[in-house]
Nanobody, 126 residues
Framework: VQLQASGGGLVQLGGSLRLSCAVS????????VGWFRQTPGKAREFLAA????????YYADSVKARFTISRDNAKNTVALQMNSLKPEDSAVYSC????????????????????WGQGTQVTVSS
């Protein structure tokens, strides 16, 4: 199983970025996906999660109403649209996946995910 996050970069305060997570190796099973971020010296932070069906999503309070998670199962990708970015959003963003028996479950804890991809750096300048 491989996950590859992309789409990070440098953006100004109030700007937008769209991250993408390509998931491979889980095509024969349903998978739930989550996005996390981490800054040096801090614990990895949960941001958003989406069920296999895409019907259910869940967001951390810190990003609710600014970030939107979505998925395209035909392309095996999960996106994180980030709007109204702030300097405190600067971090390495990573996606994670896990098999799920049902199409409606979302997972918000780091320990619930089996597979992780390398992150992509997001820097928001003021």
């Amino acid at each position: 199983v491989q996950l590859q996050a992309s789409g990070g970069g440098l953006v100004q305060l109030g700007g937008s970025l769209r991250l993408s997570c390509a998931v491979s190796g889980l095509t024969d099973r349903s998978s739930a996906v989550g996005w996390f971020r981490q800054t040096p010296g801090k614990a990895r932070e949960f941001l958003a999660a989406i069920s296999w069906s895409g019907t259910n999503t869940y967001y951390a309070d810190s990003v609710k109403a600014r970030f939107t998670i979505s998925r395209d199962n035909a392309k095996n990708t999960v996106a994180l649209q980030m709007n109204s970015l702030k300097p405190e959003d600067s971090a390495v963003y990573s996606c994670a996946a896990r098999p799920t028996l049902g199409g409606l479950y979302v997972y918000t804890s780091l320990s619930e995910y089996n597979f992780w991809g390398q992150g992509t750096q997001v820097t928001v300048s003021s």
